[in-house]
């Protein structure tokens, strides 16, 4: 149950840097792990570039240089998540805030 529990949060942690950042890197989502996770610095490293890594594998992101960006897809799947969770009231105003940010 604790694995599932640390998924589940690496994840949020890495759904709240989507939608607030217009650039993902690696290094960020490491720093943002390490503080909110108290994760071991080499071991945040390695989590944030195994999710940034499958999710451009997925076609979600799109890597550009050092760095990952949203794909249409990718918007598509984040709104299609944000509207059915039910605690996501939090991320759905989040979301509309980047989005007019990207337009």
């Not at 999710?55 to 897809?73: D, F, Q, V």
């Amino acid at each position: 149950m604790k694995r599932i529990e640390a998924k589940n949060k690496r994840f949020l942690t890495l759904l709240e840097h989507m939608l607030t950042a217009e650039k993902l890197a690696t290094s960020e989502l490491a720093q943002l792990l390490n503080q909110k996770l108290n994760l071991a610095p080499n071991t945040a490293k390695a989590y944030s570039s195994q999710l940034l890594a499958d999710l451009a594998a997925e076609g979600i992101l799109e890597r550009k240089g050092r760095s990952y960006t949203l794909t249409p897809k990718g918007w598509a799947l984040l709104f299609t998540f944000i509207d059915r969770t039910p605690f996501s009231e939090k991320y759905f105003d989040m979301f509309f805030e980047r989005l007019t940010r990207n337009l």
